[in-house]
Nanobody, 120 residues
Framework: QVQLVESGGGLVQTGGSLRLSCAASGSIFSINAMGWYRQAPGKQRELVAAITRGGSTNYADSVKGRFIISRDNAKNTVYLQMNSLKLEDTAVYYC??????????????WGQGTQVTVSS
């Protein structure tokens, strides 16, 4: 009984910026990590960025230096600031929240996806 609501997607020109947000609500006990994945048509879903509850981050090589992931643990919200957008960033972006269901057990919840389209 956990819901993730994404927002912030849209159409932007190359070099532009967008900020994605994802808010989790429901029966949340503890969030171990939050992140963003993306998937383009005909391609596999790939990790874009992730952040742990303690603040450690992990980025795909293709977005390092351009994207910044952040979170507000109190609000159970994760953000993805996307700068210097490129055509290859075009994809559906999915929010991921990894919840601790019990000690040493985790479960992933996914947002509905938000379209990011970068044009020249």
């Amino acid at each position: 009984q956990v819901q993730l609501v994404e927002s912030g997607g849209g159409l932007v020109q190359t070099g532009g910026s967008l900020r994605l947000s994802c808010a989790a609500s429901g029966s949340i006990f503890s969030i171990n990590a939050m992140g963003w994945y993306r998937q383009a048509p005909g391609k596999q879903r790939e990790l874009v960025a992730a952040i742990t509850r303690g603040g450690s981050t992990n980025y795909a090589d293709s977005v390092k230096g351009r994207f910044i992931i952040s979170r507000d643990n109190a609000k159970n919200t994760v953000y993805l600031q996307m700068n210097s957008l490129k055509l290859e960033d075009t994809a559906v972006y999915y929010c991921n929240v990894r919840l601790a269901t019990s000690w040493r057990n985790e479960y992933d919840y996914w947002g509905q996806g938000t379209q990011v389209t970068v044009s020249s």
